[in-house]
């Protein structure tokens, strides 16, 4: 007999794990590259995602090596150049069936996407495994308060098409990990810990009793259901004692670079229907910068604007959404201006970091960004040549300066996604799977 | 604090439910949520000892914590408790309730509790055997009972209604068919139908619509929240204040505006303060029925120019239930340069590369019989400084001009009411339809048919079909 599926309704209107301490200045070496104790500094990942990609002829430099020099499009990122390593000629290696999709799911996870049966209605898909950020998570996320953080910018997203195109962090097919557009509701969940508990108030200890009840529940119920609905609720399972470990963790200590600020008031609403792109991204970009500061993740996604997303850059004179202009011939130069200044932005996220001291060095000697989009050129849908950049030295582990590294070959674009996890100190093996499987790395930007 | 927003998935909120798990960004929200209904609950001296439904003795009495969540649970968890949750639940509370010397801040973990359980927040659907039909799955009364109340009422069963299912009176298709009457005709029941319209209609989205600022300066939210409300005012008064033939929907010939929008239709209004008013329009105007509308009409357009293709591609999937194929990839769209050319002629230039023209004349034959509708639903004559030309002719569904032909064409078409019964299932179930409950839904069809299109009609009989009550062989669904 067939069981019915677990369903889901929105109805409400209206301790034990060992949370890391943060960072303190007097725990490291010397040289900033370890902890007193010979432990080393963490390191952090984090994808920066933007919707319907590049101008080709005007992102790619033209020289390969050490000796290539800013194109229009990597012109904002001149005051942190040596910690970029710019990745060409890589192609997407999924089955190419749709547009978009096959990018998304194809530079954010290396598996095929999973087209959900339409019978007539709209077409959708989701992952068909975990997203590079979640890997990571499991891998350099397990001692921190936040496993890691969803950050988004533009709410212009395509949300009719399923899983794939409206989130870029997922744990697996049926568990896409819900983003946060608002600074202000950020700051409060990031640093909600910060404020001193009374230890006399039972109240936290409760709400852990509570969460515990609720995992009896979960588990009762699991024993009533199939295979694939017992799975969703192990996925449940582990966001509440995530949540639970949050209650009870310990307040962050503040160090030099670990500074509490004013809470934002920034909360992404938009003026007379406008989005404010700047300033939205700006908190955002302060808030991951303090949020690894101060250890509480070290995992994060930052969706910019979204795939086939409808982003409109009233900030540099245009009224139309980026994916229509992308598909208008007559209209690159404002597809162009559309990435430079997306570049911009993200420019402001990295020097953000490189201005936080840790140790001796800074954010960026200890991370690695992999910033990318769900298309090579939106005009036409191509997966092949894809614009790629691998951000920060990650301890030491990328060439530094950075270098244009160019596959003659149409390299495996996963094979990036690798070398970031390794990078990061993830022990893994593979990444992605049929033609998105690599176990390769691309050692051309390995130091 | 707000609970998380759901993820759409085939069209359908409730099958993004049915599929995706929850985050932890999305449990922690739930336990906000939850702990903030139990503390407004609770600090609310008046009502509070309703809510519990008997007189706390003292600051610790077990039995009226017993009584509190025996009560309580059924009636969020839409079921009795078992032993082994009554205890755990009751346990729960008198350790809060001593923790505090407090008896109802002990009963607000409780209440917080039972709200973040899987209990509370899945619809929770195992089936019984069918004693009628071996090998057969079926809703057991109270599982039925909640699936009947959040598809007609949005919100979980009234004690009435779960006592009934108790005493098996939701075991018959007749059984079931008279409740349902009597939940549509609750006032709940147009508020979630005109949750599911907003669905189905994508009106949702109008609150997030960009437009060009300077193409279209009367445009801001005010306006777009009206266009909301005008299609809303419309299937009120056809469903509810009417009891009318859906079809209406498509071609009618009157609607509904505020100054807001009878500015931007260019329609005389009697004066009015804030309201609506129905106002019927000119027989010789291309508006008519929601292919008219505003919300439409600007959705499925760009921020500065209209959208054939995105029109077209909505009537197809969204009213016609039908697929359109993805553009094949790497399709080089390059277009010899369009300055000055209409949206028609870029569209038919687009045509001449045969693998767009396939899928694209599916889509923008609809579309282009609405040009004369621009970006924010206003009548023009001109695109690009040329005269429209906004005939269309349809291999499937005939030739017409403006919207309201274009709804009279599809109002004549069996797949429009079909496509919104099978859209009425799948919000109601969380699934899409497969083939097994293709017979049902047909039936469903038939009798929505012979009642005269009454949407009250295919709300009762969605309910009491079989694809409702029982279980069907589910692609997706494990054993």
Redesign the interface.
Known sequence: ????????????K?LGAAVALPTLDAMLNSHGTAYADGAPVPKRFATFFFGNGVILSRWRPAATGPSWSLTEELAPLVNVKSYVNVVSGYKIKIP????HH?GAAGILSGYPFIA?????????S?FGGPSVDQIAADAIGTTTTF?SI?IAVS??LT??E??TL?FISH?GP?????Q?FNPAALFS?LFASFTAHDPTD?RD???A???D??K???R??QA??????R???D??L???N??RS?ILALPPVLTSSCVLPDPPTEDNH?I????QLESVSRVMSDLLALAWACDLTRVASYQFSGSVG?T?YSAIGQ???EH?LT????RQNDVHAAVVYVMNRFAYLLEKLKASQEGSGNLLDNSCILFSSDVCEG?????TDYPILVVGRAGGFFKYPGIHHRSMTSDNTSDVLLTCLRAVGANVDSVGSEGGLSTALSTGIIA | MTPPPDTTVNGWDAIGAAQLSLSATSVDKYESSGQQAAEIAMNDAGARDSILGCVPQSSSDPQCMNAFVAQFGRRAWRRPLSADEQNSWASVGNGAAAAYGDFYKGAAFVIAGLLQSPNFLYQIEIGEADPTSPGRLRLTGNELATRLSFFLTGSTPSEELMSAAERGELESAEGIRLWAETLVNQPGSREAMAHFFDELFQLRDLSQMSKDPVAFPSFGPALASAMRDETQHLLDSLVWDQDGDFRRFFDADYTFVNQDLAALYGVAVPPMCDGFARVTLPADSLRGGFLGQAAFLALMAHPTTSSPTLRGKFVREKLLCQNIPPPPPNVDTNLPNTEGMTTRQKLLAHRQNPSCASCHVLMDDIGLGLENFDAIGQFRTTDSGQPIDASSALDDLGSFTGARELGALLAAQPQLTECLTRNLFRAATGHVDTLGESAPLNQVHASFAASGFSFKNALVETAASEAFRFGAAQAASSQ
């Open positions: 007999m067939k069981r019915f599926p677990l369903n889901r309704r929105t109805l409400l209206g190419n069936l749709r547009g096959t959900l049966p339409p019978g007539g209605a709209p077409y959708n989701k496993p969803q709410k212009r949300r009719g399923g899983p409206q744990r049926d568990s896409p990990l819900p946060e969940r039972p200890r409760l709400r009793s509570v969460l009840a609720v009896e529940d979960t009762r119920l009533k259901l199939g295979a694939s609905d799975a969703r609720l996925a449940h582990e966001s509440i995530e949540v949050r938009d007379g229907g406008i989005e409808s409109v009224t139309d959404g229509s598909h208008d011939a007559q005009l036409v849908h191509s997966i």
